[in-house]
């Protein structure tokens, strides 16, 4: 008998069978999963495509449109005397913004000068490869938190300056915020240089090895990222977080093929050199981008189509700042959503290149005025084509009606469904004959009491608690009385950049 059941063991394990029908729900979703990690990388540099080329329409805004900008608000100051003042303001707020972020550049431009990038070159040059390595990382750290910390700083500037004066006064003056926003644009720019140096440094090293390490330290981002919680709004933030430092990563690497280019006397024998390793660097900010998503949207079980989401989120922002009832500038905008802040980047950028590239003869003129019109042009073509697009997204997304009824902040005692109806009553948006909204009008001026209507930012409550522990603490404490549970991807901006992780 023992010998008959050994045989019978032996025959039904050989025999055994099962059927993957009696549990299909559970393979079935096995396979959506390998489906969306398949469909992550395309939809993700979907995403990333569309980002850059709102950040490079930021950045380009810079250098084209704000001096041309700056100019006429001047000329309108300067003249204003000839046509009489017709209403209360010397200049829009929109003018006085654009006049303070030129007046920044200029004076941070000169500031510059007196930062020797030689002697921070050899500095840097001298250090071991491990230090190198640490000082490598703590400027990204820094990095994000200067970002987080900037745009308050420029946002209260901007609205320190154009507060409306009869109100009464609550801040120190536009003296001291104008300082500390030059302050912060001089040290961020410092801050930015010193990374394009120490990459220089990497690139320059004969054996590779320090550029190897910093490549190398984007890999241990993915196991910082991967196995925390993250729910759709933390995954917007982290992408927004992405765009913002892949851009920033392509501008340094242009700024070391100047200054390596200067140094080998513009030898194009050289770029050739240096490409190999340009394309080492971009290739692993790619992988690691993919490897990141791919996985932190396989443990949160979240589907790929959310990055068209995002990007249909982005893309409304852009549309809705060409309203006639727009409040902010889009590249102020792009600056809050992503913590992409173009002043500092603009300002080393263009201290790196005037120090490069030197301009004699009036041929060499002629070339730079070429060139201005030729951004001008990329800058029109590159809005024209992203307005498209957005629009296009924006469609897709069916967010039109938002376009037409904005989020509103519900107040204290007044329901939403009121304040709603308060704001189409007192505000037109005019449209064409097929119901559209105009994108390309200037802003109509605002009545004293609706700035308490306009779409206010939620940032600070932003994602502080788990969803189900807010509820419980929201009926203890007054205080978080005004978060909600959960919040529209239109709400969630980029004050604070290191928001995006949950323990």
Known sequence: TENLSLLRFISAELTRGYFLEHNEAKYTERRERVYTCMRIPKELEKLMFFGIFLCLDAFLYVFTLLPLRVFLAMFRFITLPCYGLRDRRLLQPAQVCDILKGVILVICYFMMHYVDYSMMYHLIRGQSVIKLYIIYNMLEVADRLISSFGQDILDALYWTATEPKERKRAHIGVIPHFLMAVLYVFLHAILIMVQATTLNVAFNSHNKSLLTIMMSNNFVEIKGSVFKKFEKNNLFQMSNSDIKERFTNYVLLLIVCLRNM???????????????????????EIAVDIVKHAFITKFNDITADVYSEYRASLAFDLVSSRQ????????????????????????????????????????????????????????????????????????????????????????????????????????????????????????????????????????????????????????????????????????????????????
Request: glycine share 6%; proline share 5%; aromatic share 8%.
């Open 262 to 284: 200067e140094q080998f006397s513009w030898n194009p024998d050289h770029l050739w050199v240096l490409f190999p390793d340009v394309c080492m660097v971009v290739a692993s």
């Open 324 to 503: 006639k009832n727009a409040y902010t500038d889009y590249s102020d905008s792009v600056s809050r959503r992503m913590g992409f802040i173009p002043l500092p980047l603009a300002v080393l950028l263009i201290r790196v290149v005037t120090s490069s590239i030197k301009v004699q003869g009036v041929l060499a003129y002629v070339c730079v005025v070429l060139f201005y019109c030729g951004l001008i042009s990329l800058k029109v073509l590159n809005s024209i084509v992203l307005l498209g697009k957005s629009c296009e997204y924006v469609k897709e997304a069916k967010m039109e009606e938002k376009l037409f009824n904005p989020v509103l902040t519900t107040t204290p005692g007044k329901p939403a469904g009121k304040q709603q109806g308060t704001f189409k009553s007192s505000q037109g948006i005019s449209t064409d004959e097929n119901g559209s909204t105009s994108v390309t009008s200037q802003p109509v001026h605002q009545k004293d009491n609706m700035p308490s209507l306009l779409v206010t930012s939620n940032s600070d409550q932003f994602l502080t608690t788990p969803d189900g522990e807010e509820k419980d603490i929201s009926q203890d404490s007054s205080e978080l009385k005004h978060r909600s549970a959960k919040k529209d991807l239109l709400e969630i901006d980029r004050f604070t950049i290191c928001g995006n992780r949950i323990d």
